[in-house]
């Protein structure tokens, strides 16, 4: 099961900086992460969401290889590369239009109670190891917005963050 995470930050550059951070956590295999998003609150009031994965990108990747293998297997190349091209606009198109992991209407309503400039770092989380995670993530600060933990996980977490920023502002 996931739970997603809101996390407010004041500004974008925080919240960039704990989405790598937790990237490496999970190269280091402390987290597993469905997916990964910052909602950044111009000084216009728009909401501008700086998202982990692109779909597009794949659906063309995907076309071009397909292309480049029909033009092998029928000894055509330049209708492999009239397919490929084909298929990748369609893979393209495909990619632009879906949407997987965390919502991004939730994502820019959440967004619009932040403050100008400010970014909410959305995670959406299969797995962790919460003691070591929260301790490398805690020392950036941020105010946790929403949770699809329980009411007591939740309260948890709080507690947890608060006393790990206040054990980092002792040192």
Do not use: C
């Not at 951070?21 to 909401?47: F, S």
């Not at 994965?53 to 995907?62: D, I, K, Q, T, Y």
Request: proline share 3%; net charge negative; no cysteine.
């Amino acid at each position: 099961m996931s739970n997603l995470i809101a996390i407010a930050y004041p500004e974008v550059s925080t919240a960039t900086r704990v989405r790598d951070r937790l990237l490496d956590l999970q190269r280091q295999n402390l987290i597993t992460l469905a997916d990964a998003a910052v909602a950044e609150k111009k000084p216009d009031g728009k909401i501008k969401l700086h998202q982990l994965h692109s779909l597009v990108g794949g659906g063309a990747a995907r076309g071009a290889m397909w292309g480049g293998l029909i033009g092998l297997l029928f000894l055509a190349p330049l209708l492999g590369m009239a397919a490929g091209a084909a298929a990748g606009a369609a893979g393209a198109a495909g990619g632009a239009m879906t949407d997987i992991g965390i919502d991004d209407t939730f994502m820019k309503d959440l967004g619009q109670r932040l403050h100008p400039g400010g970014a909410a770092l959305f995670l959406l989380i299969t797995q962790s190891t919460p003691d070591k995670v929260i301790a490398e993530v805690a020392a950036f600060g941020g105010e946790i917005m929403q949770t699809s933990l329980s009411e007591d996980a939740e309260a948890n977490l709080r507690e947890t963050v608060k006393l790990v920023q206040e054990a980092n502002v002792s040192r």
